[in-house]
């Protein structure tokens, strides 16, 4: 079964700094374009982060950019989301969602895997 | 603020058609035809619906499909059933330093 489980998730206070995981089982990860993705409480999707199947290519929304460091682990089927300065504005369901294609013109922007998301909450 | 907007809430009956719209600017769909719909029950993970402004993925009902006209996609749901209850939210690939932006959100209310 294709599956990410996503973990990581904490009360932090402002200014303070998290990391996320998400392991991906039944596909072949090395292969596959990795995203992150969040949801405000009671708000619509956002898209956090975006890595390359190697790792040589990482993007960012503007308002991560900075602070936010995404990376993965091809051995270990995982990809990482580092947050540092986090702020409240940051509360959210992450979400880690697997690219939908290997072909680069098809899906662009789609994620077909999602995983059942990981809650971070900032607060003081 | 989100970059696409979508209405906040259609409604339809059992067996009728909706149609929901996702308007943005020509910078936020690039030169692509990549716009994506997702499907959310409360408490869920988004499913892909429509990839490329009308591809489904295998596993998706046909009453699902996808349509894209200057800066606005569709989502237009047929034969609507209890089970389409939920949130749906577009997205584009932008191709610029944000990738991907997304609609608000839309809420649809089988009746």
């Known amino acids: 079964e294709v599956q990410l489980l996503e973990s990581g998730g904490d009360l932090i206070q402002p200014g303070g700094s998290l990391r996320l995981s998400c392991v991906a089982s039944?596909?072949?990860?090395?292969?596959?374009?990795m995203n992150w993705l969040r949801q405000a409480p009671g708000k619509g999707l956002e898209w956090v982060s975006f890595i390359s199947n190697s790792g040589g290519s990482t993007y960012y929304a503007d308002s991560v950019r900075g602070r936010f460091t995404i990376s993965r682990d091809n051995f270990k089927n995982t990809v990482y989301l580092q947050m540092s300065s986090l702020r409240v504005e940051d509360t959210a369901v992450y979400y880690c969602?697997?690219?939908?294609?290997?072909?680069?013109?098809?899906?662009?922007?789609?994620?077909?895997?999602w995983g059942q998301g990981t809650m971070v909450t900032v607060s003081s | 603020q989100s970059a696409l907007t979508q209405p906040a809430s259609v409604s339809g009956s059992p067996g009728q058609s909706i149609t929901i719209s996702c308007t943005g600017a020509s910078s936020d769909f690039g030169v692509y035809n990549s716009v994506s719909w997702y499907q959310q029950h409360p408490g869920k993970a988004p499913k892909l619906m429509i990839y490329d402004v009308s591809n489904r993925p295998s596993g998706v009902s046909n009453r699902f499909s996808g349509s894209k006209s200057g800066n606005t996609a569709s989502l237009t749901i047929s034969g609507l059933q209890a089970e389409d209850e939920a949130d749906y939210h577009c997205?584009?690939?932008?191709?610029?330093?944000?990738?991907?932006?997304f609609g608000g959100g839309t809420k649809l209310t089988v009746l």
């Open positions: 039944g596909f072949t990860f090395s292969s596959f374009g």
């Open positions: 997205s584009s690939f932008t191709g610029s330093s944000t990738l991907v932006v």
């Open positions: 969602a697997k690219r939908l294609s290997t072909v680069i013109a098809m899906g662009r922007g789609a994620s077909d895997i």
